[in-house]
């Protein structure tokens, strides 16, 4: 610095001692970045894994569920081919001829091969009769006063339910005994839980 910058009112500059920047091992700095690129790819190769399966599960339940409408709308078909064939008296069957005769007999068929298609894609009946009350399976139509079955137990079935795989398309309707002793418990349950 001169004298002349001092006389203009500038400050002396000082030289700043340049730091040391430790070296760094190459070979040392490689490995981290290996080991840093070795674990990005462990890790999308998981997560790749994870939407691979992720992916199946969801293309099998389409597979399995892509029906569900379509099966719910054939369930009150077939309600309604059951429905026919309850009116028709037992006396009436067994005595029936030509026409009439052909007639019920294409209605038991129509409705077994309803049954048979349903079941052939997934949709099959849901147990309720004489089962313990599940509000997941069955839909509680009436109470039955009956002191001989545990209460909570089903006693009649209304309309038969449906399920497809493990979803129910439509719960059962049921009626449900009243009055009569607690439900039995399962074995190896703790009741004083």
Known sequence: MSDE????GETPE???PATETPEVDPVEALLAENAELKDRVLRTHAEMENLRKRTER????TRSYAIAGFARDMLSATDALSRALL?????TRATAE???KSLIEGLELAEREMQRLLGKHGVKPIEAAGQKFDPNKHQAMFEVPNPNVPE???VQVVQEGFAIGERVLRPAMV???KGGGAAPVAEGVDKNV
């Open 14 to 16: 000082t030289e700043i």
């Open 5 to 8: 910058n001092a006389a203009q």
């Open 58 to 61: 969801d293309v099998a339940d």
């Open 175 to 177: 009626g449900v005994a």
């Open 98 to 100: 030509g026409t009439l």
């Open 87 to 91: 009116v028709i008296p037992e006396e």
């Open 152 to 154: 909570g137990t089903v």
